[in-house]
């Protein structure tokens, strides 16, 4: 049976160049490690917004997504599944 997708480096490529996006806890201003990720901002946002209301008792404004949405980072390099 042949691999519908093709040879298996180039599947290994497309997996490397996968976008994602982070968001690092201290580059919104709290003494944190944490770093969140996701396929796309919004995921970010969502979990991110969970997290700071999980640990840090912090409630999500509008005005507080939109700066924090200004902060997620593109990484290019990153593989599916890694969280930095």
């Known amino acids: 049976m042949s691999n519908p997708f093709g040879s298996t480096g180039a599947l290994v ?3 490397k160049e996968t ?3 982070e968001l690092r806890c ?3 201003g709290f ?8 396929a796309t901002k919004e995921d970010v946002l969502k979990h991110a917004a969970a997290h700071a209301v999980e640990v840090h008792n912090t ?3 509008p005005a507080l997504a939109e700066k ?3 902060l997620i980072q ?7 599944g890694t969280n930095g």
């Open 13 to 15: 490529g497309l997996l």
């Open 19 to 21: 976008v994602m996006y």
């Open 26 to 28: 201290k580059d919104v």
């Open 31 to 38: 003494d944190c490690p944490g770093v969140v990720s996701g």
């Open 59 to 61: 409630q999500v404004t």
């Open 68 to 70: 924090v949405s200004a």
């Open 74 to 80: 593109r990484r290019e390099d990153a593989s599916p």
